[in-house]
């Protein structure tokens, strides 16, 4: 089995074995990630007998592209990875009109938190993403828009998965995307999110105070918050809020929440009130997100919160000084739900 180009320990690890000076990681780093080279035979600043070693011992895709669509306006493109043991993961480009360009990537294969409205929960957690494998979303999409002459900018940890439950991987994956030599996304510009685990909650204040974050909250309390996401029932609204306002102290960021409107779940207008109450005074931005339905789960039956509604929670927020957006849906032509294609393929095997 070959190993990842993006396990940089390893590169080392085998140049050094054969007798390469440490200087040629440097050429052969400059040549993947500043040129994109995808060629071992083609990186002409290292010997042939580099190349060669290179092409014996490592690839780009440890992943299969088993498919890749583009929505009909070419603002989004989705890719279903497979793995080699038959497993899927999802990433996700949105081109947005102002230029800039963003990855949705995952850190676990399915997702072990079984929130009632996630297609990925569906799942159930098969295993943690190695970090090479979260790299490796990301160079693909770097090399994919480097193609159309124009470069990734950010990139959110939004897809399949629990990042939190996958943080040692997340961090040095995060550590490699953003070093200079490397992908060199700005810290500024990766956001995490998390459906509220609070200990990676605290962990990832003390080691990104640069980097964003994002709370799945999609309830100001905890009896619908539970009703629909199990991780209140360990970590309840008091804890998580506490571990975000600790975040907040020590980064002076703004957090994101992602708040999912299904109707007649947790869109009356009475939890606006709440959440307003919530999040008052606190540095806090609101994303409204028009619930997508989906086939083939327990959730069945949920439905989108209509418009006008949607608008109520955020004409109510503006009264206690909270900032919120209701968020344009991209992707509803190519199953836009995170773990929507994977469920397709878990249910064809």
Not at 81 to 104: D, P, Q, Y
Not at 132 to 144: C, F, G, H, R, T
Request: some cysteine; proline content about 3%.
């Amino acid at each position: 089995m070959k190993y990842s180009i993006h396990n940089e320990d390893k590169v080392k690890e085998i140049l050094k074995e054969n007798g390469f000076p440490t200087f040629r990681y440097a050429q052969i780093e400059n040549a993947v990630y500043k040129n994109f080279v995808t060629d071992f035979q083609e990186i002409q600043t290292i010997p042939k007998k580099m190349r060669d070693l290179l092409d014996e011992n490592f690839t780009f895709n440890t992943f299969e592209v088993d498919t890749e669509k583009t929505s009909e306006n070419g603002q989004t493109t989705k890719m279903l990875f497979k793995t080699s043991k038959w497993e899927f993961i999802e990433a996700v480009i949105m081109r947005h009109k102002t230029g800039r360009n963003t990855l949705c990537v995952s850190c676990q294969v399915g997702c072990p938190m079984a929130c009632t409205f996630c297609a990925t929960g569906k799942l159930g957690l098969l295993r943690n993403l190695e970090t090479s494998e979260i790299i490796e979303q990301v160079y693909y999409a770097a090399e994919l828009l480097n193609k159309e002459g124009q470069f990734l900018r950010n990139v959110v940890y939004m897809g399949m998965g629990e990042p939190f439950l996958n943080y040692e991987n997340l961090k040095t994956s995060i550590n490699f995307i953003t070093h200079q030599k490397k992908i060199a996304i700005a810290n500024r510009r990766v956001t995490v999110s998390t459906c509220g685990i609070v200990p990676g909650i605290e962990k990832f204040t003390k080691d990104f105070p640069q980097t964003s974050l994002a709370i799945s909250l999609h309830a100001p309390n905890d009896e619908v918050r539970g009703s629909i996401m199990p991780v209140d029932h360990t970590w309840p609204l008091a804890k998580l809020m506490k571990s975000l306002d600790d975040y907040v102290d020590a980064t002076n960021k703004r957090i994101f929440y992602e708040y999912i409107m299904i109707n007649g779940v947790n869109d009356n207008i009475k939890l606006a009130d709440e959440l307003g109450r919530l999040l008052k005074g606190k540095l806090a931005h609101v994303n409204f997100i028009p619930y997508n339905a989906w086939e083939g789960t327990d959730s069945d039956g949920y439905q989108t919160t209509p418009r006008f509604i949607i608008e109520k929670f955020q004409k109510t927020l503006e009264k206690y000084g909270v900032v919120s957006t209701i968020r344009h849906t991209m992707w509803d032509d190519i199953d836009a739900a995170c773990g929507q294609l994977a469920n397709k393929k878990e249910d064809d095997k």
